[in-house]
């Protein structure tokens, strides 16, 4: 074996071992980002329920959970495990739920979910949804229903926290729900096939059963439950009486009587109907009751007993059906028979299934590949820079890059801590004003004059909730993610008097006041500070003070003011990551910068002297390819982090057609016009000169600029962004023209390199520097940003390029000779080879590109990532490429027409795809990212590479012949956010990844086939 042949080998076997560590640490860390909270310290721990919101049992025996403040649901299977755990929360996708509010269960294959989604107060509704899951594994299949809370929507309820949909059932073949809204409520089903689901790409779409009339119901009705047979609807209002409803009339059949005691006073909470009897928790009473046809209720459980000195549990939920009842308190789950009314088993914790241990163990196992892939990566960096002597250029520029990211990950958690420290103290501090002013502003009289739970809607108790709302009024900002109770004294027991957003009525859960925290406060009008407050809808920072009389002396009732934590750290985290998006921007626009500084100097110094000879005639200095290349790169994508989106604001549509297609036709007409600009331009190039090409190109740009900065509807857009493609169309063909009609292979190869390298960042320069001043400034700034900076294109152009003897470049080439295996059969079929490469791998292999410059921008914007988080996608997608065109030279074939350099390529490109398809999640896209980045990479030398040495071998002009890979390939960018329009238009977003990936795989292993027994043959 030859030496080479040992280098070679010795080259193949590090690139496979950097390629298995460096997939090991991307999908473990994407594993991990995904799946964390599943984690646990002991895979054998008990799964102990808090802040129980409900629970429901179905015909098997299986109980479902909602709990840890309606943000997980537990299944607990008939044998008493927990079978799985699905958690919710931050994640407005299909793939989970937001807070589960209610659940049904009584479906053989499937459980539903109510889901909503509040925005980052805490306070204010922004969705509510109904999502289907699998019983058998819990996993998300499909939205069902969607009502997007607008201020303007007139179907929603008047108040953004109230809660549109209610009563979630299925029967008879349907699921069934009520919603509200400020006139009444209608009875709404979805229709499923056989009391199954319909296939998973089909959504049901609702019918309205009945409509009641009832005003401010969605203010007004609390609780609802249906009967699917009869198409009866009971529901119980916040004045504590219990309604029937049908297609045909609605009557009251049950109105509780409130005496003087504790023990007298009744509000119904929670009702459920179990096909002959209902059932309702009585929170006044702390009983659980049933009410027959008569009207009549009997206790079934709990109640007062011993003179009211035995405190019963309060139960927040209740649901009846198949012959047991299932209840909640805060902290545990109670089953019952309702035959003989025995309890079936009463827990506050579960023990955890195979399956549940099993799958803690897989993520201990996969955090421990995490671990050992990073510490073999570590290894590897530094055995390679011990090994090899670096350069000046590679020193700075590593101390720069390990210094920068050093100095921020070891600041991060101490500015995470005094975030958090400073965020916490500022809302005390707030809470604290509020109980200064409180008594100021709230109506004491009204307050007073609330008796009993009948009194909900009353003007003392519309008036004093006015107060309340005024005592946190919006013109106080910091104000809007408090929550506020105002409880009152009676026969020595504390009462929930009124919400602040009216979520229960008045008079509801009697609170113990004998050694209590309230008593303390009553006493000496101290305030007191609970840090841990729990609910079922989560836990709170508090603060609880005096409620004083008219006259200031006598205290007469409690307020508690507060925080939810989640919301708050949501504000903190959200704070935090403004901040570190910030300066990862900063830190990654200087290294790109410097990385682009330090690769310009060595082909200034070095280049132009070593192959003068061959570029002595040549119009545009070899040196400038790199910087020129950057900068044109860096204007074109200013806009390319929110492009999608800035068209998706714009009001109307192009040509009548849907509105998410519309949006995507100005991304697409920019790509098609660098399509149009190479065919444009290598004509002028020849004809007037390359200055005057790239003046008319920079003239285009600033046009088109301009007109996308002033766009007020999509059409101005669309011809806008049209315009600034045509500019940049002008511009790369120019410079990709110049590249290819150089002599010698070695040349055009470091002239692609230099061309991918100086593209790639100055993309992602772009991506962040346009993020940065959308978000500082608007969208529209970025668009004049570039006009100005096309200007300045232009003056350099200008200044640099000068007029060569013969032109713009060379009008005749010697023809290089090549010997190369195969070079002969390709040189006798490379017409049918450069059309099989164009429109069987080019094309389709560009189309990838719809997943950076559509699908990033728009899936990160549809989870609420800023311009600035959706430029760190590309900040990552920018070190794939760095790091693909060090990958690229390890693995690359001697023969630069060996299509077995594409494979890697179209291989790692295909496999971003999929493993976003699979997961589609936020950790998938920037692991999707910089595996696009690094295939592109690759791709973008081994791509021209080959064509050009197809084109050198039928003895035709490379340079003229890279026009048409310029413009093929450009078709395909144009194409590729079409396509990813069409996908996530269509709703089966994963399935049509996967085949549009088995497809572009398809068709390359067709033409690798082709080419490769060509090889083979000769």
Known sequence: ????????????????????????????????????????????????????????????????????????????????????????????????????????????????????????????????????????????ERVLYIVDRTEDDASAPGSSYLQALSGLTCGGGKIWFAKKDVNGYAVMSLALKEGKTVRKGEIPAAVKEYECVYEDAAKKIFDFSIDPVKRNTYYVDKAGSISISAPEDARSIFVPVSGNRVSEFSLPFRISFDGSDLYFTDIGKRAIFRVDNEGRARIVMGGWSGGGSSWPPVYNSI????????????????????????????????????????????LEAVFAVFIVSALI???????????????????????????????????????????????????????????????????????????????????????????????????????????????????????????LDESIGAFSSPVMFEGSDAQEIARGGTWITDMDLKDVSGTYISLTGPIYDKSGNEIIGILEMGVELNSLEKKIYAQFKTMAVKALLIISI???????????????SSKDSSAEHRRAEMSLPFSYVHPLTFVIFLVFNLSSGFAPNYAEKMSGSLWNLPHGVSSVLPLSAAQIMLAVGPLLCSKLIAWIGIKRSFMIGAFWGVLGEVLSARAASIYTLFWGMSAAGLGAGFLFTAIHVYIASMEHPDDREAGFSAFTVASFIGINCGVMIGGVVAVNFSQSAVFYMGSFMWLIVLAAFMLIVKEGKRGAIPTEQATPTVSTPGGGILARRSSLAMLGFLFMLLFPYSLLSGFLYYLIPIFGGGVGLSESEISLVFVLYGVGVMSGSKLASIIRDTNPGNPRNLVAPVLSGVAAIVLFAVAHSTGAMFVSAFIIGCSNSAGGVFFPLYFTEISVRRNSASGTEMVIYDFIESLGYAGGPLVFGLILSSGNVTSAFIVLSASILAIFLVFYRGQARRLKSY
């Not at 799964?47 to 429901?56: G, M, P, Y």
């Not at 059906?321 to 909640?328: A, E, F, I, Q, V």
């Not at 290294?591 to 100097?601: A, G, K, P, R, T």
């Open 1 to 140: 074996m030859t030496d080479k042949k040992i280098s070679r080998s010795f080259h193949k076997m590090i690139g496979k071992k950097v390629f298995i560590v460096v997939t090991a640490l991307l999908v473990s860390s994407a594993i991990l980002y995904n799946y964390s909270h599943l984690m646990s310290r002991d895979p054998f721990e008990k799964v102990v329920f808090s802040n129980i919101n409900t629970a429901k049992t179905d015909s098997f025996g299986d109980t479902y959970v909602v709990d840890s403040g309606k943000t997980r649901i537990v299944k607990r299977n008939a044998e008493g495990y927990a079978e799985y755990i699905i958690y919710g929360r931050g994640k407005d996708t299909s793939a989970t739920f937001f807070d589960a509010s209610d659940i049904s269960v009584e479906d053989e294959d499937y459980f539903y979910v109510h889901d909503v989604i509040w925005d980052a107060t805490g306070l204010k509704i922004k969705t509510e949804r109904i999502l289907e899951f699998s019983k058998e594994n819990g996993r998300a």
């Open 319 to 362: 649901y009846a059906r198949g012959g047991m009842l299932t209840l909640t308190s805060l902290e545990s789950v109670v089953v019952k028979n309702l035959a003989d009314e025995s309890e079936k088993f009463n827990i506050s914790s579960l023990p955890v299934s195979l399956a549940v241990i099993v799958q803690r163990t897989g």
């Open 377 to 499: 990566a570590l290894k590897m960096l530094f055995s390679y820079l011990l090994r090899r002597k670096l350069s000046q250029k590679e020193s700075i520029g590593f101390l720069i890059v390990a210094a920068a990211f050093l100095l921020f990950f070891s600041i991060a958690p101490s500015i995470l801590g005094t975030l958090r420290s400073d965020v916490k103290n500022e809302t005390l501090n707030n809470l604290s004003y509020i109980m200064q002013i409180s008594p100021e502003i709230l109506d004491s009289e009204s307050f007073a004059a609330i008796e009993n739970p009948q009194d909900y809607d009353s003007p003392a108790y519309r008036k004093f909730t006015q107060s309340l709302n005024a005592l946190v009024s919006r013109k106080y900002n910091w104000n809007e993610n408090k929550y506020g109770v105002a409880y009152k004294f009676k026969d020595n027991v504390l009462y929930v008097t009124a919400f």
């Open 590 to 604: 200087m290294l790109f910068l410097m990385y682009e500084v330090l690769e310009s100097l060595p082909l200034a």
